[in-house]
């Protein structure tokens, strides 16, 4: 049997259908920033830290950088740094339309010394990342579903409330599992 030609995920939100659970991915919306057949690279949208950019970063950084919440990106190395910027126009984009990944601070401080008004940052400690054939084997056990993702995920919906938000957007047998306990024995 042939393999399947390989699909990239990119720009998919992978969301934990409660078969992570007892996990760090339990409930967790990932947004796939990259995947190639090397490995993926992605980024929890909805496990914020209960510390500020300020209090965790060094640099000298713009405080309307430094007052954001920060946000746990994934297990993978604790003290990288990536964040994602969204603008109303950002044409070399690298993830979806208007939403680019970056990791460098000098590119965070000349977003944070920006003034356009449309310009959105969220800053994540930590990554989520998959090596050679390692997401493609978890999708075919169906630890994840997907979902279109679109910069509101990202931006404009309360992380807390993030995971139960793009159930219901999926619709179907999701609805229901969007209103479980963490734990369906407990049903």
């Given amino acids: 049997m042939e393999d399947a030609p390989f699909k990239s995920l990119q720009g998919q939100l992978l969301i934990d259908g409660n078969n992570l659970a007892g996990s760090f991915f339990s409930r967790t919306v990932v947004l796939l920033c990259q995947h190639s057949k090397e490995g993926a690279f992605g980024l929890v949208l909805n496990r914020p830290m209960d510390k500020t950019v300020g209090e965790m970063i060094v640099e000298d950084l713009p405080e309307r950088i ?15 740094m990536s964040f994602l910027h969204a603008n109303d126009y950002l044409p070399n984009a690298n993830i979806i339309p208007n939403l680019n990944l970056e990791h460098s601070i000098d590119e965070l401080l000349e977003i944070g010394n920006s003034f356009s008004p449309t310009s959105q940052v969220r800053i994540f400690a930590g990554y989520s990342g998959w ?13 994840w579903l997907t979902h279109s993702a679109s910069v509101d995920h990202v931006f404009a919906i309360p992380p ?5 938000a793009v159930m219901l957007e999926m619709g179907g ?3 229901l599992m969007a209103d479980a306990p963490d734990d369906l024995s407990w049903n």
């Fill in 173 to 175: 047998v999701n609805r």
């Fill in 160 to 164: 807390e409330q993030l995971w139960r």
């Fill in 66 to 80: 430094q007052d954001q919440d920060l946000s746990i990106g994934g297990p993978v190395q604790a003290q990288a």
């Fill in 131 to 143: 090596g050679a054939g390692q997401l493609e084997d978890e999708m075919k056990r169906n630890s």
